[in-house]
């Protein structure tokens, strides 16, 4: 079975510094890795996905993630956020054998303030 | 291009009613996922199918639960006998599911569910 863990429940950060929302995730079996974002009053959107090859992801609206397999981490970072970051932010799992059940952590909320 | 879609948006209902919401998959994807979130966590998983196959359930799905693709289409969720606990966020997410780099689910705004 596989889990996540999301390090902290909000992170306040000042609009154009850099942020990093940490994620840890638990598998006996290879996985695939997520971030979803999820604006107020919007659905789940995907940010970045992780399924093989180089460890650094680029995802949209400047972020990015490295996966770090000796530390099972997917950390995800922006060099400069903007007020329109403010989000919930979803680090999620699955694994290679059943790709269709996604295993989300409880969620980062990422408040900006100007 | 339309996104998922869920029906109603908002569902406010009193304890021992039945209530159905319907969420419609972007056109071309064969499987449609259900989750249900409630406040502080994240989305957790509750069935999926694979065109009008129901091919997992989660044990979260009590006998309560019921879900349906009749057609390989739209689907419904249908919650009978609703308790106060079920009050949460239904969302529903769709995939074109024929490789893993196109496992990607695309999730609709949800069905915000309140049990008076």
């Known amino acids: 079975a596989q889990s996540v863990t999301q390090l902290d429940s909000q992170v306040p950060v000042f609009e154009e510094a850099p942020v990093e929302l940490r994620c840890n995730y638990s598998s006996s079996v290879s996985v695939y890795l997520f971030w979803y974002v999820q604006y107020p009053n919007q659905g789940l959107q995907l940010l970045l996905k992780y399924l093989s090859g180089s460890t650094l992801v680029k995802g949209i609206n400047g972020f990015e993630a490295e996966f770090n397999k000796s530390q099972t981490s997917f950390h995800l970072r922006k060099p400069s956020v903007h007020i329109s970051d403010t989000a919930e932010y979803f680090c999620?799992?699955?694994?290679?054998?059943?790709?269709?059940?996604?295993?989300f952590g409880s969620g980062t909320r990422l408040s900006i303030r100007p | 291009d339309t996104g998922v879609s869920q029906d109603p948006r908002h569902k406010i209902t009193k304890r021992g009613q039945n209530v159905t919401f319907r969420c419609d998959p972007i056109?071309?994807?064969?499987?449609l996922y259900w989750y249900r979130q409630t406040l502080g966590q994240g989305p957790e998983f509750l069935t999926y199918?694979?065109?009008?196959?129901?091919?997992?359930k989660s044990r979260l799905l009590s006998d309560r639960f019921s879900a349906e693709r009749p057609k390989g289409s739209f689907s419904t969720l249908e919650i009978q006998r609703t308790e106060q606990g079920d009050s949460a966020m239904y969302l529903c997410?769709?995939?074109?599911?024929?490789?893993?780099?196109?496992?990607?689910?695309?999730f609709g705004p949800g069905t915000r569910l309140l049990v008076l």
């Open positions: 997410a769709s995939s074109l599911g024929t490789s893993v780099s196109q496992e990607t689910q695309y």
């Open positions: 199918f694979q065109n009008e196959a129901q091919l997992e």
């Open positions: 999620a799992v699955t694994s290679y054998s059943s790709a269709s059940k996604i295993i």
């Open positions: 056109s071309e994807h064969n499987r």
